[in-house]
C-alpha cells in the first residue's frame, strides 16, 4: 500500500516539493542549534520553555481528539463517520509524531532521550508521559493501517482491533492528563499550579482536534472530490461547539476562583496575562485574542448553516484553531514562567531559527499526513 502515497497529480508532487523544502530548511536551522547550542532560542534560565513545548503541549492534545470520534463509532455504532475514521487515526499518529519531534528539538542534547529509556524511573512524570504517548503512536498506527487493510479487500476489521479500540479510549485521555501533570505538579509555578489544568487541556484538546479534522475534511472535499458525508461533518461541529463552551466555562471558573481569592502568588500571572503587570503588557493582546476568537467562534459555530458557507467555515476554523494554540501555547508557557522566583517578569520571543526549527517540524507533520492520507484516498477511490 506504500506505493500508492506516490501516486498524484502535478499539484499534489508541488505540495509535497513546498512542504519538504520547508522541512530541509528547518533542519538545516536544527543542525545550527545542534552546534550552537539552545542559546539561538528565545530561552532562558527563567523562560526555559517557549516555542517548542508550547508546541508539544498543543499537538499531544490534537493526538488525544482522535477519541471524540473513535467513542461514538465504536461504541455507539455511529456510522456517518466511517468515511473519516480513518483519517482521524492517522491524523492522532502524525500529532504523537510531532509533538516527539518537539521535544527531541527541544533538548540541548538529544542523546540524553536514551536516559530516560535506559535508566527509567516511575517517579518521573516525564517517563510516563514518553511512555503513553509512544504507546497511543503503536496502537493508532495499528489500528490506521489495518483500517487501510480492511477497506482495500473490502472485508471487516479483525476482532482483536476493537481491543485495541477499546485500550486506546481512556489510553487517548491519558497522553493528555499526564502532559498536564507536568505542568500542574510544579508548586512553585502558581499558574500551573490547579487541579483544573488537566480538564482544560482535554477540552481545548476536543476543540482543537475535531476543528483540525473539519477544516481537512472540507479541504478534501473542496481539492481531492471527497465526501466525507454531511452527517458527519455536522456532528463534528457539533463536537466543537460543546467542548468549546466547556473551555470558556472553565476558564470563567478559573477566572473567579483567582480573582475573587486574590490570593498574591495566584492572582498575578493571571493580572500580568489579562491586564498587564507593573508596566509589563507583553501577553495582553495574545490573551484577549484568544478569548475574543473562542466567545466569537462560539456563537458562529452554533449556527445550523456554518459549513454551507465554505470560506466563512475555513476562516472560523482556522481563527479558532489559532486562538486554542495560543492559550494552551504561547501564554500557557510565558505566564506560568512570569514573574520569576524573584519576583522579576521576563520577557520571552522566539527568534528566527527557533520559528524556522517549528516551521519545519509542522511542515514534515503535514508532509507525513498528505502521504498517509494520499494512501487512503487511493484505496477509498478504487472500491
Known amino acids: 500500500m506504500i506505493e500508492k502515497a506516490l501516486t498524484g ?7 509535497l516539493a513546498f512542504l519538504s523544502s520547508l522541512t530541509f530548511l528547518g533542519l538545516l536551522s536544527y543542525l545550527k542549534q545542534l552546534e550552537v547550542g539552545l542559546g539561538i532560542t528565545g530561552m532562558s534560565r527563567n523562560v526555559s520553555w517557549g516555542l517548542y513545548i508550547a508546541n508539544f503541549t498543543f499537538f499531544v492534545g490534537v493526538a488525544a481528539s482522535a477519541v471524540m470520534l473513535v467513542i461514538p463509532y465504536y461504541l455507539h455504532g455511529k456510522n456517518e463517520y466511517s468515511r473519516i475514521m480513518i483519517f482521524a487515526e492517522f491524523l492522532a499518529v502524525v500529532s504523537v509524531f510531532v509533538a516527539l519531534l518537539f521535544v527531541l528539538v527541544d533538548l540541548g542534547r538529544p542523546d540524553r532521550l536514551f536516559n ?3 535508566f527509567p524511573s516511575p517517579k518521573s512524570l516525564l517517563f510516563w508521559d514518553m511512555l503513553v504517548l509512544t504507546g497511543y503512536l503503536i496502537l493508532n498506527l495499528i489500528l490506521g493501517w489495518k483500517a487501510c487493510e480492511a477497506e482495500k479487500r473490502e472485508i471487516e476489521q479483525p476482532y482483536w482491533t476493537k481491543i485495541l479500540v477499546y485500550i486506546s479510549i481512556p489510553w487517548a485521555i491519558s497522553i493528555h492528563t499526564v502532559t498536564a501533570f507536568i505542568y500542574c505538579g510544579l508548586s512553585a509555578r502558581p499558574f500551573w499550579f490547579s487541579a483544573l489544568l488537566a480538564p482544560r487541556f482535554l477540552a481545548t484538546a476536543f476543540v482543537s482536534g475535531p476543528a483540525i479534522l473539519l477544516i481537512f475534511c472540507l479541504a478534501l472535499k473542496r481539492f481531492a472530490g471527497f465526501d466525507p458525508g454531511q452527517n458527519a461533518l455536522e456532528n463534528l461541529r457539533k463536537t466543537v461547539t460543546y467542548a468549546l463552551s466547556v473551555h470558556i466555562f472553565f476558564f470563567l471558573v478559573e477566572f473567579f476562583t483567582v480573582f475573587y481569592s ?29 478569548l475574543f476568537v473562542a466567545v466569537f467562534s462560539f456563537f458562529i459555530l452554533m449556527s445550523g448553516n456554518f459549513l454551507y458557507k465554505r470560506k466563512l467555515a475555513f476562516f472560523i476554523l482556522t481563527m ?6 495560543l492559550d494552551k501555547g504561547l501564554i500557557l508557557m510565558v505566564a506560568g514562567f512570569n514573574p520569576t522566583p524573584e519576583v522579576e517578569l521576563e520577557k520571552y520571543m522566539p527568534t528566527f531559527p527557533e520559528t524556522i526549527i517549528t516551521i519545519g517540524i509542522w511542515s514534515l507533520g503535514t508532509l507525513t499526513l498528505s502521504l498517509l492520507t494520499n494512501i487512503a484516498l487511493q484505496i477509498k477511490k478504487s472500491i
Open 262 to 290: 486574590d490570593h498574591p502568588e495566584h492572582v498575578k500571572p493571571f493580572r500580568y496575562m489579562l491586564f498587564g503587570y507593573e508596566g509589563h503588557y507583553h501577553l495582553v493582546a495574545f490573551s484577549w485574542i484568544s
Open 320 to 325: 479558532l484553531i489559532f486562538g486554542i494554540w
Open 9 to 15: 497529480g502535478k499539484n499534489y508532487w508541488l505540495w
Open 116 to 118: 530516560v529509556i535506559l
